[in-house]
């Protein structure tokens, strides 16, 4: 607990780490999206903590085997069933850097080329929700 503290305090304290935790998520969120992925939420509500995206609409992804591929490529990502559409969730906090959400970025490219994904982009009623949610 105190070596914890001891790497909080020369992080910066919740300043400095939550600045992380945010560039995590704007590196993961600008690639994720040149994919084709989309957050469920509009940017201004975005977590520096956890982001949920979007199932693609491609009839070729399944989030079961998403799961497993990126899982081989080392990294554990969560479903979104929490909400009324497919979603999944990646988190930005822990031991990672700006450096480490690249690389998931480039996992999920790879997984998707893998899965034989053409498109990332979501089906279109969920924007349209995720329109009138931010309405």
């Not at 998931?104 to 990332?120: N, P, W």
């Amino acid at each position: 607990f105190l070596e914890a503290l001891k790497a909080h305090e020369a992080e910066g304290g919740v300043a400095g780490r939550g600045a992380r935790y945010a560039r995590n998520r704007d590196v993961l969120v600008a690639g994720m999206r040149e994919l084709g992925f989309e957050t469920l939420l509009a940017s201004r509500w975005l977590s520096p903590i956890i982001v949920t995206f979007f199932c693609p609409a491609d009839e070729n992804f399944v989030f079961s085997r998403f799961y497993e591929l990126m899982k081989a490529k080392g990294f554990i990502i969560y479903p979104g069933k929490l909400t009324a559409v497919d979603s999944f969730r990646i988190g930005c906090i822990g031991q990672m850097d700006e450096h480490v959400m690249r690389r998931v970025v480039t996992a999920s490219k790879e997984t998707l080329a893998e899965m034989g994904v053409v498109s990332a982009a979501p089906p279109a009623a969920a924007l349209e929700e995720r329109a009138k949610l931010a309405a």
